[in-house]
């Protein structure tokens, strides 16, 4: 059924996430002669509760600190079992337990209206606290993975450091065997999968426990398709040591996830004023907002992978197939994102205006952030995701896709269209500032490419962040960055490497 199994480690891609699976609660219909685009059979497993009734709930593993779930129960109502009933542990001890309960946070006004089946009223970032407080699903009970060692926003312990995340991974892993616990039931309930989906944050510690976890999965799982959405924290405000940090969790996490993952797509609010169109109002220190932004890039560009046969295509792209059109030399495994949203952005062309793949930071000669460095930025690979309401199609129909290259060396070039717009939700920030009255979806156009701006991406991140790294891991490092940006070089933008001597 070309089921998909979403991972998901760290407090803010489950922010991202939340979005997420917000969006494909939403596409589900109720009424017989509805028939949704989407297959939910690829990101949803059917069950059966505790009281026999059916369920359909995400296929995701949760991973977060202590603290990171909030009010979220980890046994919903669908799989409570009810007082007096649990007969494995009346057998194990004949009197009357002892329950001493920590006192549970409460749920914002936003939960209480969706558990009392009403209409709840919209969300401020005030009453966000965590990414629970604004989910509209339920999850099975061995989907949430609370990892006790740390807590979330510890001052004592903080967990932010790559080697802190690799270590609790191996720690874990020698106890619990945490892949086989958390992961394979859901890979097992498969018929046919396609591939992995990976949302995990590249700036702190859990870049190094995605790391060892994805080497797992691709021992495990040689040739299945795992796609990495690297998300990254705003840097705006936070102090120049900690900036380094960051910078170095995200070379160290870059470097070892492209060697596994088939994809990896590294995301972040852009950086300056002018970065971010005036039409979008995003608070970077509102995760809610952050994630908001990023999860309408995520899941508007992956829309085609889950669609249904015959429905609104005539040919959906697997994980795969996105991941081959973007791998054209077979080691190309990062890609970059850029987004339009609002009626204008389905007409602006190949390029969308705003550009998500945030790499560290560069600066030209007037000290103004920049993006790529300059250099080629010939496309080896781009994959183009448009969603265009009903009507307003161009002329090119909904599916347009170079299959082959004709001549060696042209770019492999796939653009998909959809009627199905991003979805407007009571869950969902108020951030894009166009003409909502009554709206309840926007269009968006995103495009992922593999093209050569990479190269300077990589050399300015080895030139950051060389002096911060040990030297013990320092020539591993660097090497790994420097054939990661080989991989996007060609005869037209493979000149000599200024300044690599002195790393």
Known sequence: ????????????????????????????????????????????????????????????????????????????????????????????????????????????????????????????ASDVRYWSDYSRVYYHPKSLVQLYDFELNSSIMPFERFETGAELFESLDKEDEIVDRDWRPFVEECDQMQGVQVYASLDDAWGGFASSYIERLRDEHPKTCVWVWGVQSPVAGVPREKRRVRLANTALSLNSACAQASMVVPLGVPDG???????????????????????????????????????????????????????????????????????????????????????????????????????????????????????????????????????????????????????????????????????????????LTSDGSIVHRMRNLRTQVAPSISLEERENLVNGLAELGAAYEDEWSSGSDSGDDDL
Request: with cysteine; proline share 7%.
């Open 1 to 124: 059924m070309r089921e998909i199994v979403t991972l998901q480690l760290g407090n803010l891609s489950n922010y991202v996430a939340t979005h997420f699976w917000n969006a494909q609660e939403s596409y589900f219909t109720y009424a017989e002669d509805e028939t949704s685009l989407v297959d939910h059979n690829i990101h949803w497993r059917p069950g059966i509760g505790e009281d026999g009734s059916e369920t359909f709930l995400p296929r995701a593993v949760v991973y977060d600190l202590k603290g990171g779930f909030g009010p979220l129960k980890k046994v919903n109502p669908m799989y409570e079992v009810a007082p007096g009933q649990d007969a494995a542990l009346a057998s194990l001890w004949p009197g009357q337990p002892a329950v001493h309960r920590q006192t549970p946070l409460s749920q914002n006004t936003y939960q209480q209206a969706l558990d009392a089946g009403l209409k709840p009223s919209a969300l401020q």
């Open 273 to 447: 004023a002018r970065a971010v169109p005036a039409s979008i109002a995003v608070d970077s220190a509102s995760p809610w907002h952050v994630s908001a932004l990023l999860a309408t890039a995520t899941e508007s560009a992956s829309l085609q992978s889950r669609l249904r046969l015959g429905g609104g295509s005539s040919r959906p792209l697997g994980l795969s197939d996105m991941a081959e059109c973007l791998n054209v030399s077979g080691r190309q495994t990062l890609a970059n994102m850029r987004m339009g949203v609002g009626p204008h952005a389905v007409d602006a062309g190949e390029r969308p205006e705003m550009d998500l793949s945030q790499i560290g930071s560069l600066k030209d000669g007037a000290g103004r952030l920049g993006s790529s460095g300059g250099g080629s930025e010939r496309a080896f690979g781009r994959l183009s995701s448009v969603r265009r309401p009903e009507g307003a199609r161009d002329e090119s129909g909904d599916v347009t896709m170079t299959e082959q290259r004709p001549i060696i060396g042209s770019s492999v070039v796939r653009n998909h269209q959809t009627p199905l717009l991003y979805p407007l939700l009571d869950s969902f920030p108020s951030i894009y500032n166009y003409d909502l009255q009554g709206r309840e979806s926007i269009p968006v156009h995103t495009t």
